[in-house]
């Protein structure tokens, strides 16, 4: 028995190999840096004022168009053009949250000189070119904007990031996260998002899908009572496949209320404004991601949000997006609010769970309505109606089904449309021209510097 362990244990000899081999590695890893800092120093005397043009304009095709603002600047030598050739080259990874992520994580910036170019001149270089302000909140304004490249209108919301605070930083972030996640008939579409940088300023363009309606609560108050039933069961269907849409993304909206939806020219829904939106689901781990953010609207806000406030409490923020599409509909048909906006009467109301029906109801609600009120405005979070059980409610399943056929349809289209994809390729190739453009601006200008 005892020679049996002792011939399990390593013998002399292989240990002695192992040192050898790893002092071998450790030798040949010492001669490939040594080979590659030569390399490095050599090239460094190599550079010449054309590798350092070629790498400006490089920047300015990714999206960067920076320049040095004197001669003295421009002739840094090798480690500032190191930099500019790193900014130059797409990053590969990111990180997978926008809290983690920079601005320009999500973004492309340009720069420029004010005495040299104006933003007019930069959009319009970039296929764009402002109309009129349709719009205007705390976070920026939006405009009725033009494509130049196909000839259509689109919405730009601007955005000055100048002095921003971290909370609105994070919601622009979040806001261009989420429109590049989704692709959703009934969520606004998102066209093409740059920012234009001076030395003193900083504003974001986002240009997306124009509504050439109004929003849902305008709408909603053109009645005098509520809408009807087939209408609102339209529309609620569109709106609830929109977030359903979000939630497979583990996308939380977080603001969910009537004007944040908008009408296309068919009164068809958009859902819009993800400024205050989150990731609420780690895949990678398998668990929900809760949060203690007292955030939405307040009419619209869940039991679980308002106790929040005055304690520390955390909650899961899909069940709240649930319990705001309740409100929504309540309010879709009553043309008013379930409870009271007071925060302490809202929550004493929330937690009696009586739901009443108001006298500006165009229909008498059935058994199915009543239940779907019941189960969707549920104040304990872990009963309240879940996506999958709302979607196949019977109040709304064949209105769902309808949409999401549709949805099915608007998928397989813009797949299989060529046609379209020509349009994009064409709209592609002539922003790469006018970025192409802006590069040959920005040489002439270091040129001039450096005769100066």
């Known amino acids: 028995m005892f020679r049996e362990l002792c011939n399990c244990w390593p013998t002399k000899p292989a240990r002695h190999k192992r040192e050898k081999e790893r002092k071998n590695e450790r030798k040949n890893n010492e001669r490939i840096t040594t080979m590659t800092k030569r390399r490095y120093d050599t090239n460094r005397k190599t550079y010449d004022w054309k590798k350092e043009d070629s790498s400006i304009r490089l ?16 002739m840094a030598g090798a480690t500032s053009i190191n930099q500019s050739m790193r900014q130059a080259t797409p990053k590969l990874s990111r990180p997978s949250t926008p809290s983690q992520m920079k601005t320009t994580d999500l973004t492309h910036i340009i720069r420029h000189d004010p005495n040299e170019t104006t933003v007019e001149e930069i959009l319009h270089w970039n296929g764009y070119k402002l109309e009129v302000e349709i719009g205007k909140g705390s976070f920026g304004s939006v405009y009725r904007a033009r494509d130049l490249v196909n000839d259509t209108l689109v919405a730009c919301k601007v955005i000055d990031i100048s002095k921003t605070s971290k909370n609105q930083s994070l919601s622009v ?56 039933e087939q209408t609102t069961k339209k529309m609620f269907a569109q709106v609830v496949s929109a977030i359903n849409h979000l ?48 955030c939405g609207t307040m009419p619209y ?30 309010c879709m048909i009553n ?29 008498e609600p059935g058994i199915d ?38 949805v099915r349809l608007y998928r397989a289209a813009e797949n299989s449309q060529s046609v379209t994809m020509k349009t994009k390729n064409q709209s592609m190739w002539a922003r790469e021209s006018f970025l192409e453009k802006i590069a040959q601006r920005k040489m002439a200008i270091v040129k001039r510097l450096r005769s100066s």
């Open 369 to 406: 309505l009543i239940d779907l009120f019941q189960r969707i405005l549920e104040p304990n979070a872990e009963l309240r109606l879940r996506m999958d059980q709302l979607m196949k409610h019977p109040w709304l399943i064949k209105e769902i089904n309808i949409v999401e056929r549709n």
């Open 301 to 330: 806000m869940a039991p679980e949000i308002l106790l929040t406030r005055d304690n520390k409490l955390v909650y899961d923020p899909f069940p709240a997006d649930i319990w705001a599409l309740g409100v929504l509909l309540y």
């Open 59 to 74: 920047s300015t095709r990714s999206g960067f168009a920076q320049i040095p603002t004197s001669p003295t600047a421009t």
């Open 247 to 294: 939630h497979e993304k583990h996308i939380a909206h977080r603001d969910i209320k009537m004007g944040n939806v908008l009408l296309d020219e068919n009164n068809d829904c958009l859902v819009t404004d993800f400024g205050l939106s989150r990731i609420a689901y780690r895949a990678s781990q398998g668990k929900k991601i809760l949060t203690n953010k007292f």
């Open 173 to 228: 972030r979040n806001e261009l996260y989420v429109m590049e996640s989704v692709n959703h008939p009934h969520i606004i579409k998102l066209y093409r998002h740059f920012i234009i940088e001076s030395p003193k300023s900083r504003q974001v363009y986002i240009f997306m899908q124009l509504a050439k309606s109004k929003s849902l609560s305008v709408y909603v108050r053109s009645f005098k009572t509520g809408l009807p």
């Open 335 to 363: 043309r008013g609010y379930p409870f009271p906006s007071d925060g302490s009467k809202m929550l004493e109301q929330q937690m009696i769970h009586k739901i009443r029906f108001g006298k500006k109801m165009q229909f």
